[in-house]
């Protein structure tokens, strides 16, 4: 599944330089993921990283990404050969 920011963010900027996919930038009023980037960190962690940290807790599954695992791991490895790794 992919993540996605809800307008309860409070842009404390704590969850960008956290994501391991550069998935998390800052949208018009708000930071935001893209949901083609977001892995919710397979291949990288075993709890999604922004999650985690963020302390308002407003970053729920996108409901238009619900992927299964082998989708976000073919997404890691999608990214990881964009990297050149
Ligand atoms: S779940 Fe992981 S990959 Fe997705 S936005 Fe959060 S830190 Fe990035
Ligand atoms: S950690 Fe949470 S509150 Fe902070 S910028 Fe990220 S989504 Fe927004």
Do not use: W
């Not at 920011?5 to 996919?21: A, G, L, Q, S």
């Amino acid at each position: 599944m992919a993540l996605m920011i809800t307008d309860e963010c409070i842009n404390c900027d704590v969850c960008e330089p956290e994501c391991p996919n550069d998935a998390i930038s800052m949208g018009e009023d708000y930071y935001e993921i893209d949901p083609q980037r977001c892995t919710e960190c397979v291949g990288h962690f075993d709890e999604p990283q922004c999650v985690q940290i963020c302390p308002v807790a407003c970053i729920p599954v996108h409901p238009d990404f619900q992927e299964d695992k082998p989708t976000l791991m073919q997404r890691y490895v999608r990214l990881q050969a964009d990297k050149g790794l």
